[in-house]
Protein backbone atom coordinates (compact mmCIF):
# COMPACT_ATOMS: atom_id res chain seq x y z
CA UNK A 1 0.00 0.00 0.00
CA UNK A 2 1.56 3.49 -1.02
CA UNK A 3 1.18 6.51 1.40
CA UNK A 4 0.73 9.64 0.24
CA UNK A 5 2.06 12.55 2.23
CA UNK A 6 -0.07 14.21 4.56
CA UNK A 7 -1.35 17.07 2.87
CA UNK A 8 -2.11 15.47 -0.10
CA UNK A 9 -4.19 13.01 1.39
CA UNK A 10 -5.76 15.85 3.86
CA UNK A 11 -6.70 18.28 0.37
CA UNK A 12 -8.19 14.91 -0.64
CA UNK A 13 -10.45 14.34 1.98
CA UNK A 14 -11.20 17.93 2.23
CA UNK A 15 -12.52 17.76 -1.93
CA UNK A 16 -14.43 14.62 -1.26
CA UNK A 17 -16.74 15.67 1.96
CA UNK A 18 -16.49 19.22 0.98
CA UNK A 19 -19.85 21.37 1.25
CA UNK A 20 -21.06 23.06 -2.02
CA UNK A 21 -19.49 26.42 -0.59
CA UNK A 22 -16.11 25.36 -1.06
CA UNK A 23 -16.47 24.95 -4.88
CA UNK A 24 -17.75 29.06 -4.75
CA UNK A 25 -16.63 30.57 -7.27
CA UNK A 26 -16.41 34.84 -7.70
CA UNK A 27 -19.69 34.72 -9.81
CA UNK A 28 -21.59 32.55 -7.03
CA UNK A 29 -20.52 34.62 -4.43
CA UNK A 30 -21.71 38.01 -6.20
CA UNK A 31 -24.82 36.07 -6.54
CA UNK A 32 -25.19 35.42 -3.01
CA UNK A 33 -24.45 39.27 -2.38
CA UNK A 34 -27.20 40.09 -5.03
CA UNK A 35 -29.87 37.73 -3.29
CA UNK A 36 -28.53 38.37 0.13
CA UNK A 37 -29.82 34.39 0.34
CA UNK A 38 -27.71 31.85 1.44
CA UNK A 39 -28.08 28.05 1.94
CA UNK A 40 -27.21 26.53 5.02
CA UNK A 41 -26.15 23.16 6.15
CA UNK A 42 -28.74 21.34 8.37
CA UNK A 43 -28.87 22.69 11.65
CA UNK A 44 -27.27 26.10 10.92
CA UNK A 45 -29.14 29.45 9.92
CA UNK A 46 -27.81 32.56 7.66
CA UNK A 47 -27.34 35.29 9.82
CA UNK A 48 -26.79 39.06 8.07
CA UNK A 49 -29.67 41.92 7.82
CA UNK A 50 -31.53 41.63 4.92
CA UNK A 51 -32.43 45.61 4.58
CA UNK A 52 -28.39 46.33 4.42
CA UNK A 53 -26.96 43.57 2.26
CA UNK A 54 -23.58 44.81 2.67
CA UNK A 55 -21.51 42.72 5.53
CA UNK A 56 -21.01 39.31 5.48
CA UNK A 57 -23.34 37.02 5.03
CA UNK A 58 -22.78 33.56 6.91
CA UNK A 59 -24.19 30.23 8.36
CA UNK A 60 -24.14 29.83 12.42
CA UNK A 61 -24.77 26.91 14.09
CA UNK A 62 -24.79 26.00 17.87
CA UNK A 63 -21.92 23.90 18.87
CA UNK A 64 -21.23 23.08 22.57
CA UNK A 65 -23.98 26.07 23.71
CA UNK A 66 -21.92 28.73 21.70
CA UNK A 67 -22.77 30.30 18.16
CA UNK A 68 -19.60 29.45 15.48
CA UNK A 69 -20.12 29.69 12.01
CA UNK A 70 -20.71 26.66 10.42
CA UNK A 71 -21.12 26.55 6.40
CA UNK A 72 -20.54 29.06 3.95
CA UNK A 73 -19.89 32.79 4.81
CA UNK A 74 -19.10 35.49 2.11
CA UNK A 75 -18.53 39.19 2.77
CA UNK A 76 -19.91 41.58 0.43
CA UNK A 77 -19.58 45.11 -0.75
CA UNK A 78 -21.47 47.03 -3.35
CA UNK A 79 -23.35 43.77 -4.28
CA UNK A 80 -20.31 41.91 -5.14
CA UNK A 81 -18.35 39.17 -3.05
CA UNK A 82 -15.13 40.49 -1.62
CA UNK A 83 -14.42 37.63 0.17
CA UNK A 84 -15.83 33.67 0.41
CA UNK A 85 -14.96 30.57 2.01
CA UNK A 86 -16.33 27.76 4.67
CA UNK A 87 -16.60 27.28 7.95
CA UNK A 88 -17.20 23.64 9.95
CA UNK A 89 -17.25 24.16 13.26
CA UNK A 90 -16.10 27.61 13.57
CA UNK A 91 -12.86 26.55 12.17
CA UNK A 92 -12.04 27.74 8.35
CA UNK A 93 -12.26 24.36 5.73
CA UNK A 94 -11.30 24.19 2.29
CA UNK A 95 -10.17 27.38 -0.25
CA UNK A 96 -10.50 31.07 0.96
CA UNK A 97 -10.46 33.63 -1.53
CA UNK A 98 -10.57 37.31 -0.54
CA UNK A 99 -10.59 39.94 -3.47
CA UNK A 100 -8.26 43.48 -2.93
CA UNK A 101 -9.49 46.87 -4.05
CA UNK A 102 -6.26 47.08 -5.88
CA UNK A 103 -8.14 43.89 -7.88
CA UNK A 104 -5.30 41.69 -6.51
CA UNK A 105 -6.66 38.36 -5.02
CA UNK A 106 -5.43 35.27 -2.67
CA UNK A 107 -6.68 32.07 -2.56
CA UNK A 108 -5.53 29.86 0.75
CA UNK A 109 -6.71 26.41 1.71
CA UNK A 110 -7.53 25.61 5.48
CA UNK A 111 -8.22 22.10 7.14
CA UNK A 112 -9.47 22.39 10.72
CA UNK A 113 -8.81 26.20 11.01
CA UNK A 114 -5.30 25.24 10.24
CA UNK A 115 -3.37 26.60 6.52
CA UNK A 116 -2.75 23.29 4.19
CA UNK A 117 -1.30 22.95 1.20
CA UNK A 118 -0.93 25.85 -1.63
CA UNK A 119 -1.56 29.36 -0.74
CA UNK A 120 -1.58 31.82 -3.91
CA UNK A 121 -1.33 35.87 -4.45
CA UNK A 122 -2.08 36.89 -7.53
CA UNK A 123 -2.17 40.81 -8.95
CA UNK A 124 -4.86 42.51 -11.04
CA UNK A 125 -4.24 41.24 -13.98
CA UNK A 126 -4.11 36.95 -12.89
CA UNK A 127 -0.45 36.85 -12.95
CA UNK A 128 1.20 34.93 -9.64
CA UNK A 129 2.87 36.81 -7.09
CA UNK A 130 3.45 34.46 -4.51
CA UNK A 131 2.80 31.21 -3.81
CA UNK A 132 3.78 28.82 -0.29
CA UNK A 133 2.93 25.47 0.98
CA UNK A 134 1.87 24.96 4.55
CA UNK A 135 1.14 21.84 6.25
CA UNK A 136 -0.65 21.78 9.73
CA UNK A 137 -0.50 25.66 9.82
CA UNK A 138 3.31 26.03 9.16
CA UNK A 139 5.04 26.70 6.50
CA UNK A 140 6.18 23.31 4.64
CA UNK A 141 8.30 23.18 1.11
CA UNK A 142 8.84 25.84 -1.21
CA UNK A 143 8.32 29.46 -0.47
CA UNK A 144 8.49 31.46 -3.96
CA UNK A 145 7.63 35.28 -5.24
CA UNK A 146 7.45 36.71 -8.44
CA UNK A 147 8.10 39.75 -10.51
CA UNK A 148 5.87 40.38 -13.84
CA UNK A 149 5.51 36.41 -13.99
CA UNK A 150 9.23 35.79 -13.54
CA UNK A 151 10.70 33.86 -10.45
CA UNK A 152 12.74 35.96 -8.23
CA UNK A 153 12.74 34.54 -4.99
CA UNK A 154 12.67 31.37 -3.24
CA UNK A 155 12.88 29.26 -0.28
CA UNK A 156 12.34 26.30 1.56
CA UNK A 157 10.74 25.59 4.91
CA UNK A 158 10.19 22.52 6.65
CA UNK A 159 7.45 22.15 9.40
CA UNK A 160 7.29 26.24 10.20
CA UNK A 161 11.41 25.81 9.66
CA UNK A 162 13.61 28.40 7.10
CA UNK A 163 16.05 25.72 5.64
CA UNK A 164 19.05 27.22 4.55
CA UNK A 165 19.83 27.83 1.09
CA UNK A 166 21.72 24.75 -0.52
CA UNK A 167 25.43 26.03 -1.05
CA UNK A 168 27.54 24.63 -3.56
CA UNK A 169 31.67 24.63 -3.28
CA UNK A 170 33.55 26.84 -6.16
CA UNK A 171 34.98 24.71 -8.17
CA UNK A 172 39.28 24.41 -8.54
CA UNK A 173 40.18 26.18 -12.24
Known sequence: MKLYPRTLT????TWLTASPALAMDKRQADAICTSWKLECPPGATASGDAKDPAGTLECRAVKKGRPVRHGPSVTCADGEGQSWG??????????????????SWSEEDFAG???????????ARGQLLSEAFFQAGKRHG??????RGVLASEETWEKG???PAARTKPRAP
Open 86 to 103: DYQDGKKQGRHVTLNSDG
Open 10 to 13: TLAV
Open 161 to 163: RKK
Open 142 to 147: PSRTYS
Open 113 to 123: GKLEGRSVEYD
